[in-house]
């Protein structure tokens, strides 16, 4: 337990100078949404179905209330326990009139309650062909910059089960695309093809017309067998995510494993998988969307790859088990299981059609106008059998689309696996942990700095600000208390826990610093020592007074500050008005560079102070030189309204390995209202042409606005 009354009564009185009197007071501007939220909790026995309701042109009826239908299961009504109406606008990322390029943030929050699609892109690298590996990449990248919302969260995950280069639930595009050009195609040769070798092999060896098996056969199974293990995984996985559409997108050339053929050994056991997959999926109200990458498919490629011509068993007297067009049965059994896996899920196969842009399209509307309807079956069996599902409306001359049926679960419900947490974790806070998606009922920021660490670990700075709409104070003899657990967990790109902390903070306030924290939120800084690497740092609290729970992903890369000449470590910023959030924890390496504790902040009051620290890092110990750290602040036209300049020289490193800490002040009384970017670079004068840089964008308000909008 972490008793922090006493630190924070005297934080509340240090740094909470005056900026002009117009900075009596900022506030974090509320979007809201008009979205129901999100929910996480998975019971076993809730079944959540989609309707999209149309009138006779084709459009979105969005004006239903949950007394206009009436779902029926088996012919027997259901109760609804749980009713939204879902409009999902395609929002695009804020981008500056000069910047060819998106401009990340450098921020990850939850305070915004999740309003988008959720996209699952699965990229089946255990059937796509070595050389076909840049039509799944294409069609990825497309889909990404062309159709996401800056409002969507979407992941990519490869069949084979590669945790290294898949990516989790976000919306940077950057890391997307980074995903995705991680791909390459393992599929095995083609099972016409394999026995066509070996008839041919035999034939240039000696004659040999006894059966000839597919000598990739047990590849090929196994090959099947995982890809439907890992999309009943992620069904099982995305399960939990409620009130909205969950969109498992599955770029495959299809499923090359005949299930019907009974000369296949393990035809059943893929049969079984295939079952238990689409039943995962109806279970969990998963939609399979199925796209062939290829467009059009032919057999022309494969044809060019035989020697010869493919063996006949019905006139060359062999047992191959080919005939002339088997090339062409392959590719129907391929792309058969595609249409299967999407016809069972609810969901759309786009398979030999060259316009892919069509196909995404369909996607995003899809997932983007319908009705979710929850209920609890009055038949609990969980005897596996199919259930129908029919959903009315009780309005004349409309449509209604929903799924048809789901396989109702079978056996002993699998116990739901809570994410490993500290000993004394609550189970409410390790469920919120589990969660895929970011939780909104407690608001969070995050912000996570990576610095030079111990030899040649890095040392992550993560800053998590909390916002206090989520704390519920009870009074007690005189004071306000609550109490606040606050997990920081960093998992690397296999998932593997690398380092964190887990802490309970019992507030026990007087009344003059609860006042404080009621207006101005909570801050907590923790440090994390790393290897260089891809992490996910996750952030979860639940704070007791009311029960809000709330969760923050990041991902980040962390440098290897001995690469390259020079290196730039995170960029801190603070202000005077931020400084007045008190920090219950609190970091070293700022107190003698900054004002205050960094913050997570960007979106400052015009004249407020705001203050940076970045450390740069200069590998180059033996010859005379100068480096040149330049901060700038350009406006939305890439004009400069603010700029210094800092000269270094290596002698201050006095030959050892170490950092030049740059601080700069920027004061905004002469700002105009609107979007800025402020810019730190630092340039070795023995390497002109290789600067670092980082970056953040920030907001500048205007006093009046903010105050009235309160």
């Known amino acids: 337990m972490l008793t922090i009354s006493r630190i924070l009564m005297i934080l509340c009185t240090v740094f909470l100078f005056e900026a002009g009197s117009s900075l009596a007071q900022q506030t974090m501007p509320d ?40 779902v029926l299961e088996d012919g027997e009504s259901q109760a609804v326990t749980a009713f939204s109406r879902i409009r999902i606008p395609v929002e695009r990322p804020t981008r500056l009139l000069f910047s060819d390029r998106e401009i990340e943030e450098d921020v990850s929050t ?40 800056a409002n969507d969260l979407v992941s990519v995950v490869f069949t084979s089960g590669r945790t290294d280069a898949a990516q989790g639930f976000t919306g940077n595009q950057r890391l997307l695309l980074e995903a995705v050009d991680r791909f390459s195609g393992r599929a095995a040769r083609s099972s016409v093809l394999t026995r066509s070798d070996t008839y041919y092999r035999r034939l240039s060896e000696r004659p040999d017309f006894s059966p000839i098996g597919d000598e990739l056969g047990f590849e090929r199974s196994d090959n099947a067998r995982s890809t439907y293990a890992t999309l009943r995984t992620l069904s099982q996985w995305l399960g939990g995510v409620r009130g909205r559409r969950k969109a498992v997108i599955f770029f495959s050339q299809g499923i090359d494993y005949d299930i019907y053929d009974v000369n296949q050994p393990l035809a059943i056991t893929v049969q079984n998988e295939v079952r238990r997959t689409i039943a995962m999926a109806t279970q969990t109200n998963v939609s399979l969307y199925t796209v062939d990458p290829r467009g059009l498919a ?38 058969d299981s595609l249409r299967v896996l ?8 786009f398979i030999n059609s060259n316009d892919l842009s069509s196909a995404f399209a369909e996607i995003i509307r899809d997932n983007s106008s319908y009705y979710v309807l929850g209920y609890y079956p009055t038949n609990e069996r969980r005897d596996g059998k199919s259930r129908t599902i029919d959903v009315l409306v009780n309005r004349p001359d409309v449509t209604v689309r929903s799924r048809k049926e789901y396989l109702a679960p079978s056996g002993k419900a699998e116990e739901f696996n809570l994410v490993e947490a500290g000993r004394n974790t609550s189970e409410e806070l390790r469920e919120v942990m589990t969660s895929p998606l970011p939780v909104s009922g407690l608001g969070l920021s995050v912000a996570a700095l990576p610095y030079l660490g111990d030899g040649e670990n890095v040392s992550l700075s993560v800053i998590v600000e909390i916002d206090p709409a989520g704390l519920t104070f009870i009074e007690r ?30 507030l ?106 970045v450390d740069v890092y200069d590998n180059e110990l033996k010859r005379p030189h100068s480096v040149d750290i330049t901060t700038t602040v350009l406006d939305s036209e890439e004009r400069v309204v603010f700029s210094t300049v800092d000269t270094r020289s290596h002698t201050e490193l006095q030959g050892s390995r170490g950092g030049y800490g740059h601080v700069a002040k920027i004061a905004t009384a002469e700002f105009p209202y609107g979007l800025y970017v402020l810019r730190t670079e630092a340039i070795s004068r023995l390497a002109p042409g290789s600067p670092v840089f980082r ?10 606005s903010a105050s009235s909008s309160q």
């Open 342 to 349: 999407a016809d069972e899920t609810g969901g759309m196969a």
């Open 298 to 335: 032919t057999v022309g490629s494969d044809q060019i790859e035989v020697f010869g011509v493919i063996p006949d068993d019905r006139f060359s007297g062999t047992a191959t088990g080919l005939r002339s067009d088997s090339l062409r049965d392959d590719l129907r059994v391929a792309q």
């Open 477 to 506: 003899d005189g004071n306000f208390v609550d109490t606040v657990e606050l997990s920081v967990t960093v998992l690397d790109s296999a998932g593997k826990i690398r380092g964190g902390e887990s802490q309970t903070l019992e």
């Open 31 to 70: 979007p809201g949404t008009q979205q129901p939220p999100v929910t996480f909790r998975l019971e076993v026995n809730y079944v959540e179905v989609d309707a999209v309701v149309t009138d006779e042109n084709g459009d979105f009826v969005d004006d239903l209330t949950v007394d206009d239908f009436e």
């Open 110 to 149: 939850n305070r915004r309650p999740f309003d988008g699609r959720v996209f699952v892109l699965a990229l089946d690298d255990l059937h796509t062909r070595p050389l076909q590996t840049p039509y799944v990449k294409r069609a990825a990248t497309e889909f990404i910059e062309e159709y996401l919302g």
């Open 508 to 613: 026990d306030l007087p009344p003059e610093t609860h006042e404080v924290i009621s207006r101005y939120g909570l801050k907590v800084l923790s440090r994390v020592e790393l290897e260089p690497g891809r992490y996910q740092v996750l952030v979860a609290s639940r704070e007791s007074g009311g029960g809000a729970v709330g969760s923050v992903h990041r991902y980040l890369d962390v440098p290897d500050f001995s690469e390259d000449a020079i290196q730039m470590s995170g960029l801190a910023i603070t202000s005077a008005v931020a400084s007045r959030t008190p920090s219950a924890k609190l970091d070293p390496t700022f107190e003698d560079v900054l004002p205050a504790m960094p913050t997570t902040q960007r979106e400052f009051l015009r004249g407020d102070e705001l203050y940076l620290y």
């Open 695 to 704: 970056e953040s964008k920030f907001v500048v308000l205007n006093p009046q």
